[in-house]
């Protein structure tokens, strides 16, 4: 059983471009949420998608956005990206996003 | 606002010295309580859920337990190989699928053979 899938593993922009990072979620889930992760930190919510809509949203400005499809994949795209956006950026699926969470090995993104 | 203390922020173990890490929590209807293990540069494993006060699970050599206002990890004559960074996650509020998870800062715990 595959788990939670993430891609690419690093990435390495420069400031004010644009990202994508993309999500497979475990079999048989159907919520995909997002977190970043700064260094020393514990996982921060950006935000969750469910039957491909955005269901809820943290604390995060508009550069942050996503998409839901149709096979329950999901990306995360950030805009104008800025030196503090580098980060470990992790994508947990589960199960109407009331099971346990499973994560991905996550991406880690640099900016510079 | 929902909020996740973890302590220590560090903890240094022999191999075969037990100890517990710690979690405190707030938050406004308490969903589930979840202990994670993240490796460095990885994502977070997913280890245990509690659900209500009383609450044990074990695995291996992990054990952990839940009150109303905390919840603990205790490694029982730990190895090498459990040292990691291991993070505490509360899911807060009863509507259905709208709760993200609050995770603590985590503890690092090193075990030296």
């Known amino acids: 059983d595959a788990g939670v899938t993430q891609s690419p593993t690093h990435l390495i922009k420069t400031r004010g471009q644009q990202v994508t990072l993309r999500c497979s979620p475990k079999?048989?889930?159907?919520?995909v949420s997002w977190y970043q992760q700064a260094l020393g930190q514990g996982p921060q919510f950006i935000f969750q998608y469910y039957e491909e809509e955005e269901r809820q949203r943290g604390n995060f400005p508009d550069r942050f956005s996503g998409h839901q499809f149709p096979n329950y994949s999901s990306e995360l795209n950030v805009n104008a990206l800025l030196l503090g956006d580098s980060a470990l950026y992790l994508c947990?699926?589960?199960?109407?996003?009331?099971?346990?969470?499973?994560f991905g090995q996550g991406t880690r993104l640099t900016v510079v | 606002e929902d909020q996740v203390t973890q302590s220590p922020e560090a903890l240094r173990l022999q191999e075969g010295e037990s100890s517990s890490l710690n979690c405190s929590y707030t938050?406004?209807?308490?969903?589930?309580l979840f202990w994670y293990r993240q490796d460095p540069g990885k994502g977070p494993e997913f280890l245990f859920t509690l659900y209500s006060a009383g609450e044990e699970k074990e695995k291996e050599r992990l054990k952990a337990t839940l009150t109303k206002k905390e919840s603990f990890l205790h490694i029982t004559a730990p190895k090498p190989e459990d040292s990691a960074t291991y993070l505490c996650?509360?899911?807060?509020?009863?509507?259905?699928?709208?709760?993200?998870?609050?995770f603590g800062k985590g503890t690092r715990l090193s075990v030296i053979a």
């Open positions: 947990a699926s589960s199960w109407d996003g009331n099971t346990e969470a499973f």
């Open positions: 996650a509360v899911q807060a509020g009863w509507d259905s699928g709208n709760t993200p998870l609050v």
């Open positions: 938050v406004s209807g308490l969903r589930g």
């Open positions: 079999s048989g889930h159907d919520t």
